[in-house]
């Protein structure tokens, strides 16, 4: 069964700084990789997402990196800002028969960029 | 080109009672998927519709089901409302290219509280 794990689980950090966030998944047989922002109460919003086949993606601050072999993969965010708190989601899209088409989640990283 | 929406943003049930959400997708995609959000299980996976026909189903009770209309426009239904079906429940749209699902955008979820 596919496991995702996000560490850290929250980070607090002053604003400019540049952020790595971990994600680790269990099972390689993947269709994709995405990240997701979510404000409190909100829904998720899409920041980027790496196929299989990919190794990076960028859109502006932000940076994601995938290595399936391994099941990890990174964002980074460049030059934080307090409008970049929330809480970061890392989904794997399944690849399997069985579960074909299932977005497997990590529990986030809550992060607070403070002024 | 509007987003996923959702209907209702809010519900408050009681228990016993029963339930029904809408979804509607981003004209054109096809897979309409429904997660469950709560504090204590992260999002767990419901279910997941394409043309009409539930291809996926996650580990939950008969008391949770769905439907998807000729439109892509989906629904799901939860029958003997219970405590501890209180959560976000958010529905994500997909666009389908053979049998690989695309980007997953999400609405902005229904929040049920069960009394």
């Known amino acids: 069964k596919q496991e995702v794990t996000q560490i850290p689980a929250a980070l607090s950090v002053p604003e400019g700084e540049n952020l790595v966030l971990n994600c680790s998944f269990t099972d390689s047989a993947i269709y994709n990789l995405q990240w997701f922002r979510q404000d409190p109460g909100k829904g998720l919003t899409s920041l980027l997402l790496?196929?299989?086949?990919?190794r990076e993606q960028t859109s502006g601050r932000l940076n994601a990196s995938l290595d399936k072999s391994s099941g990890r993969s990174t964002l980074y965010i460049a030059a934080s800002q307090p409008g970049d708190s929330a809480t970061y989601l890392c989904a794997v899209l399944s690849d399997r028969g069985s579960t074909l088409g299932r977005l497997y989640f990590g529990r986030g990283t809550q992060l607070t960029v403070w002024p | 080109k509007a987003g996923v929406t959702q209907t209702p943003r809010y519900l408050i049930k009681t228990r016993g009672q029963q339930v029904t959400l809408s979804c509607s997708p981003i004209s054109g995609h096809r897979s309409v998927s429904w997660y469950q959000q709560t504090p204590g299980q992260g999002l767990q996976f419901l279910f997941e519709?394409?043309?009409?026909?539930?291809?996926n189903k996650g580990n939950f009770p008969g008391r949770f089901s769905g439907r998807q209309f000729s439109n892509s426009r989906s629904e799901m239904n939860v029958s003997t409302l219970e405590l501890g079906d209180s959560a976000l429940y958010l529905c994500?749209?997909?666009?389908?290219?053979?049998?690989?699902?695309?980007?997953?955008?999400f609405g902005q979820g229904t929040r049920l509280t069960v009394v």
């Open positions: 790496i196929q299989s086949s990919q």
């Open positions: 994500a749209s997909s666009l389908v290219y053979g049998t690989t699902l695309t980007e997953a955008f």
């Open positions: 519709y394409f043309s009409e026909t539930q291809r």
